[in-house]
């Protein structure tokens, strides 16, 4: 079911991405999107990846990565040297997502990033009803074991590219199987309704 | 043991019975000077195919030699990587050509400082020329040729053999389909050079070495020579390594013994390590060769640096360190994956947690063995349908 989700993601990033173009994938796990990628749209890809055994398992498929912390490593990659760069479901885990956020779109001429929308209406009644920290499937651990440090809605991350001056070229909420337009017109909605945004920034 | 004039004598009659390619083409070195019609000794393992399109190139180390696996022939030892390369292994021989060639400025075949001088009829010594990595590189090129292989499907090399590596790529860069440079740098460092200067420094001040001249007796400053290695071997590992290695644990005795014996495990270790070299390897190569790596700066052969040197290259590499080496550091080696991300290479990286220190590469290390196949495995089916296409 899990592995669904994902690949439903990952469809929805691979959409956003025309053919023949170079791609930084940051935390880019097994591989499982750069083989996608390079599969279906020809997409020149590269990974980089902290954890040993995702590295050894992008190698094994030839897929180039390279091991590092995207929190510390990202000044190895040159100004606008990829066309795009996909950041999955980890600006929450950054201490610095501000930083972070600002590097992959100084490496990037387009960037595109997914969050676990912490505005999705189970996230929301858990806390309000049950008073506590939400444990979703798109948030599996408990609060004093998440990686997650900075939560945020897909409300939050609009206003945040608004009062950045980053230009927000389309956002795709995704709930399950199926996947929707968010615009600042449906906003308030689809911010309650999408378990996950994609976000394509410049 | 039969004494080291007759031990060199066996030496070299064994070393006549070796693969050899007689390089006539001349070699214009960066010192200056030219050599032809010189030899340069190789050894392959495993097959080459009839689309030849499954040859890895080996570059040894400082203290390798083309023998990579299997039985070396001239000292009856195991082969230096005999963990990663054989029947079955990480570069597994049923499967591909591997190929390796002594260095020049060596003393297992290749033209070194041992032979003799054509003009003057005596062993070289210290009229040697001085050889540089790139000299290195551009001998075995002409081994390739004489092979046949227009392009190999990898090269690799750890240490001095990821620094001829990485000289290789930035010379031919059509000449690699893949590239592995391991535990290596694209410079030597200010401390890299401390410790070659030491084991220089060693040699010269033994008596025997007589200004390189001891060759002309057929003798060897063994002592100079030994102390030179320890310094080596104190650099392979990791202070972790070694003090889980050794410890302060005595040499077969149950207390001190208020001498200078070697009381310690630790000192027997390096004098074992030590004395053991004299027996394969020449003086005036380790000054030659060690030279040759304090020269190695890839970026000053290019205006604009490191980036400048692998640009438009083609080649896909992995590059693998070893977290606790302090010889060619994690940071060196990120260095070079750094200037190949900028100049928009196909990179790969891996750094292999362990404690064995520089030595990792030649050891039973399972991540890095593996790493190291998954990678050639993968690039040897991209390259076969690369070329069928």
């Known amino acids: 079911m899990k592995n669904l989700k994902m ?3 990952f469809k929805v990033i691979a959409d956003l991405l025309p053919n023949n173009t170079r791609v930084l994938d940051i935390g880019c796990g097994d591989g499982s999107l750069m083989h996608l990628l390079r599969l279906e749209k020809n ?10 055994d995702n590295v050894k398992e992008c190698i094994y498929k030839g897929l180039p990565v390279i091991q590092g912390n995207a929190e510390t490593e990202l000044h190895q990659f040159p100004d ?3 066309d795009y760069v996909v950041l999955s479901q980890t600006l929450q885990a950054f201490y610095e997502p501000e930083k972070v956020l600002k590097n992959l779109l100084r490496i990037g001429k387009s960037v595109i990033i997914s969050i676990p929308n912490f505005g999705y ?8 009803f049950f008073g506590e920290m939400p444990v979703t499937k798109t948030l599996p651990n408990t609060w004093y074991n998440t990686p997650n440090l900075h939560m945020c809605t897909i409300k939050d991350l609009f ?8 230009i927000i070229k389309k956002v795709v909420g995704v709930n399950e199987n199926k996947t929707s337009l968010i ?20 | 043991m039969p004494s080291l004039a007759g031990l060199f004598f066996w030496m070299n009659k064994k070393l006549e019975n070796i693969k050899k390619l007689d390089v006539t ?6 010192c200056g000077k030219t050599i032809k019609d010189f030899p ?9 195919n009839n689309n030849k399109d499954n040859a890895i190139l080996v570059f040894h180390a400082l203290t390798g030699d083309q023998f990579v696996t299997g039985t070396n022939p001239i000292t009856n030892k195991e082969g230096w990587w005999v963990t990663a390369v054989g029947p079955g292994k990480a570069i597994d021989t049923n499967k591909y050509f591997v190929i390796c060639a002594n260095v020049i400025g060596g003393c297992m075949g290749s033209l070194g400082p041992k032979d003799t001088n054509p003009e003057t009829k005596k062993p070289y010594g210290l009229d040697f020329p001085v050889i540089t990595i790139k000299d290195m590189v551009k001998a075995q090129e002409s081994l390739l040729e004489h092979l046949g292989i227009k392009k190999l499907l990898c090269a690799t090399g750890g240490s001095m053999g990821g620094m001829q590596l990485l000289q290789f790529c930035a010379t031919f860069p059509d000449k690699a389909f893949s590239a592995v440079p391991i535990a290596c740098s694209s410079s030597h460092s200010a401390q890299n050079i401390a410790l070659n200067e030491l084991a220089r420094q060693a040699i010269m001040a033994d008596p025997v070495w007589d200004n390189g001249k001891y060759v002309l007796k057929n003798v060897q400053p063994k002592n100079g020579l030994a102390v030179a290695r320890m310094v080596g071997h104190i650099s392979y590992l990791s202070e972790k390594g070694m003090q889980e290695k050794f410890g302060r644990k005595l040499q077969e005795k149950a207390d001190y013994e208020f001498s200078f014996n070697a009381d310690f495990q630790v000192e027997s270790y390096l004098r074992h390590q030590g004395y053991a070299f004299v027996e394969r390897f020449d003086a005036n190569s380790v000054l030659y060769i060690t030279r040759a790596m304090d020269y190695f700066d890839l970026s000053k052969q290019f205006k604009g640096g490191l980036v400048e040197a692998f640009k438009n290259q083609k080649t896909k590499f992995l590059i693998i360190s070893f977290s606790s080496d302090w010889l060619y550091t994690t940071k060196d080696n990120k260095d070079i994956v750094i200037a190949l991300n900028a100049s928009g290479a196909d990179v790969s990286y891996s750094e292999i947690i362990t404690e064995k220190g520089h030595d990792s590469f030649l050891l039973e290390e399972p991540e890095f063995l593996k790493t190291l196949k998954g990678f050639i495995d993968s690039m040897y089916e991209k390259f076969k349908n690369e070329k069928r296409i």
Do not use: M
């Open chain 1, 7 to 9: 690949k439903k993601e």
């Open chain 1, 121 to 128: 209406w189970k996230v929301r009644t858990k806390l309000l």
């Open chain 1, 43 to 52: 997409i020149e890809v590269r990974g980089l990846e902290l954890n040993q």
């Open chain 1, 80 to 82: 606008k040297s990829f």
């Open chain 1, 159 to 166: 206003n945040f590219c608004d009062a950045k001056n980053i």
């Open chain 2, 25 to 30: 083409k001349p070699l214009k070195l960066d």
């Open chain 1, 183 to 202: 615009k600042k017109c449906n906003l308030e909605i689809k911010n309650l309704f999408s378990k996950v945004g994609i976000f394509l920034i410049s």
């Open chain 2, 40 to 48: 340069l000794a190789y050894e392959t393992y495993g097959k080459l």
